[in-house]
């Protein structure tokens, strides 16, 4: 009976052995797991946030702080580090690069516009065969050309300046008298011109007349007063009438008649769009004479325009004794316009 119980004894703490032994590789097991899992984790990581990579595809610009991307068949890649190769000839817009470096999906851009790349290595790609040899024959220059138009316009406004002069041998006599007859030809140039005429005084002046002799101090004879008056209108077809007006009601000087254009805009917004066209056309003619194309225009410059300038009639003394009305002859204006293009034209050999 005693050598029975001390196998038992034997048997339960054997098994009790094997039990913690397997508790033991289990525990091993999970643990090699957790560091596995802990591995993987860390090499997904690493190849999400940079990951090496060779890039083929063209170069084109981009309102990136970047600047540049390389656009492929399938997707866009901003290089990070532009700067870098912006010294060399072959980094412009439109040629074929490789480059080998990082994607930085980590990193966030202001528009997104493509894929965060950062270049360690780049290089234009060289091609062959019978392609390669027609593009060297070929390449892309610049030409300046300048645009001219002079566009005809009606005139919309008159402005006619009219002035009572009056001389006597006081100052007084001669501001008084004027006063009286400028009063009248204020009433007369309203009455003729309507009531969408602007009227309004645009000088004055009352000064001595003198005598010189030689040897002695000039000796003042008189004096003359001069009250000029603005006539501003857009109803041309009443000018000669209110020259007329003018005349009669005591107006006996013009200091001159001008015509002008105030609103120019639809004439220069043409002549604009006639000289632009112009130049296109002039880098047309220039690049087919190359034996080429216009690829894009780089840069356009308004170099300038002239307003229409008024047209002037000469001054006149108001000395009318006909009852004829005072033909007047309008015309039109010249509006010019002048553009500066830049335009870039692709050549080949002829």
Not at 133 to 143: A, H, W
Not at 148 to 170: E, F, K, M
Not at 252 to 272: E, M, V, W, Y
Not at 312 to 326: D, F, H, N, R
């Amino acid at each position: 009976m005693v050598v029975g119980a001390g196998m038992i004894l034997a048997l339960k703490s054997g098994i009790k052995e094997e039990e913690n032994m397997s508790r033991k590789i289990i525990k091993m097991r999970k643990l090699v797991s957790i560091l596995s899992t802990l591995v993987m984790v860390g090499l997904l990581a690493t190849q999400v946030f940079a990951k090496e990579m060779a890039v083929r595809g063209r170069l084109q610009k981009t309102v990136e702080a970047g600047g540049w991307v390389i656009v492929s068949s399938d997707h866009k890649y901003l290089i990070l580090n532009a700067q870098r190769f912006q010294n060399e000839k072959w980094f412009t817009e439109g040629n074929e690069v490789e480059a080998v470096g990082d994607t930085k999906t980590g990193v966030m851009t202001i528009y997104m516009e493509g894929t965060p790349f950062e270049v360690r290595t780049m290089h234009p790609l060289a091609e062959s065969g019978p392609a390669a040899s027609q593009n060297e024959l070929r390449g892309i220059t610049k030409v300046m050309v300048t645009g001219d138009s002079i566009v005809q316009a009606q005139p919309d406004t008159a402005i006619l300046t009219v002035s009572v002069v009056t001389q006597a041998s006081r100052a007084l006599d001669a501001q008084q008298e004027n006063a009286t007859k400028t009063d009248a030809v204020v009433r007369a140039l309203k009455n003729a011109a309507g009531t969408g005429a602007e009227i309004k005084t645009s000088g004055y002046t009352l000064q001595p007349q003198r005598v010189y002799k030689e040897g002695q101090p000039p000796t003042i004879t008189g004096y003359e007063a001069r009250n000029s008056v603005t006539v501003t209108m857009s109803d041309l077809s009443k000018v000669g009438v209110v020259i007329d007006a003018a005349s009669q009601a005591g107006s006996n000087d013009i200091a001159g008649i001008s015509f002008t254009l105030r609103k120019d805009r639809p004439a220069h917004d043409q002549a604009l769009a006639e000289a632009t066209r112009e130049a296109v056309s002039k880098a047309q003619v220039i690049a087919t004479a190359l034996g080429g194309r216009v690829v894009r225009i780089v840069e356009v410059q308004e170099e300038g325009v002239d307003r229409p300038r008024p047209v002037y009639e000469g001054s006149m003394q108001m000395l009318k004794t006909s009852s004829a009305p005072t033909p007047i002859e309008v015309g039109t204006l010249d509006i010019t316009s002048r553009v500066q293009l830049i335009a870039e034209v692709e050549v080949g050999a002829r």
